[in-house]
């Protein structure tokens, strides 16, 4: 039990996750962002991973996605430790959204989400009538089939980032890594969004992970969720065993109260007047 008043999480506990960090250590150089971390991340959920600024957030997330390597610990993606597959093995098996996303100028849609086929691609396989597949159902999936024959400058910030999920789903990985996935857009286009990944979550059986700040949103949207603070995972689990007025004020510093969400029964931080 932690000094929130909730129940961390033991790692001698198995739980079914193709994704796993034990004891990682993560920085820059030789400042230490992140120490001692280890999650699983639970095969089928939607997790999402929240804390205060400059918490360690998005470096966890850059290296369950191999874009960063632990100075110590592991990473281990079904059971092996994700820096031993080669770069193609591990984009067939998990796809990632970064926090900013640069397109190529000129580039349509359509060609932007085909490059999601690139892991599939090899000098024995070229383009097929799968990876065309691929790609229409992406599209269709993120609402921006419409929008294919288009230049990707050209679309609002919302559409843009619907294109950019459409490319990861043209991936056809098990699992999908977003890092704060509605920085910059408006306050509708930002549930848009997670009403379109909790969708997919539910409708294709993946396993979801996203960085988000939002404390509302990720305890309505997830089902597992991973509390940090400081560079080390304070709790993990469910938005109703996590989410408590103790725990919100001890690491956000913000005295509230929690309600049930009126419209889906979540918890509902609702902030109090400061003394």
């Excluded at 796993?20 to 089928?44: E, S």
């Excluded at 383009?127 to 294919?148: F, I, K, M, N, P």
């Excluded at 709790?235 to 919100?248: N, S, Y």
């Amino acid at each position: 039990m932690t000094d929130t008043g909730v129940a961390t999480l033991d790692a001698t506990q198995e739980v079914d996750a193709r994704l796993r960090a034990r004891d990682v250590t993560l920085g820059y150089d030789r400042r230490v962002i992140a120490d001692g971390l280890t999650v699983d991340i639970p095969t089928g959920s939607f997790t999402v991973i929240v804390g205060p600024n400059a918490c360690g957030k998005s470096t966890l997330l850059r290296a369950l996605a191999r874009v960063m390597k632990p100075s110590a610990g592991s990473v281990l993606l079904d059971g092996r430790e994700i820096a031993e597959f080669p770069a193609k093995e591990v984009a067939r098996r998990l796809g990632l959204l970064p926090q900013t996303s640069i397109a190529p100028e000129g580039i349509t849609v359509a060609d932007l989400v085909a490059r999601g086929r690139h892991p599939h691609q090899g000098v024995f396989r070229q383009w097929t009538a799968s990876d065309e597949t691929a790609v229409a159902q992406a599209l269709v999936a993120t609402g921006t089939a419409d929008l294919a024959a288009r230049q990707v400058e050209e679309l609002s910030g919302g559409q843009r980032q619907r294109v950019w999920v459409a490319m990861v789903l043209a991936q056809e990985t098990p699992l999908l890594l977003l890092d704060e996935p509605t920085t910059f857009l408006d306050i509708a286009h930002q549930y848009d969004l997670l009403e379109l990944l909790r969708r997919l979550h539910d409708e294709g059986g993946r396993t979801l992970v996203a960085v988000l700040h939002d404390l509302n949103q990720a305890a309505r949207y997830a089902d597992h969720l991973i509390v940090m603070s400081e560079g080390r995972v304070v709790t993990t689990g469910t938005p109703e065993e996590v989410v408590t007025a103790r725990l919100i004020e001890d690491v956000f510093g913000l005295p509230c109260t929690i309600i049930p969400d009126p419209h889906t029964g979540s918890p509902l931080v609702v902030p109090r007047p400061r003394e």
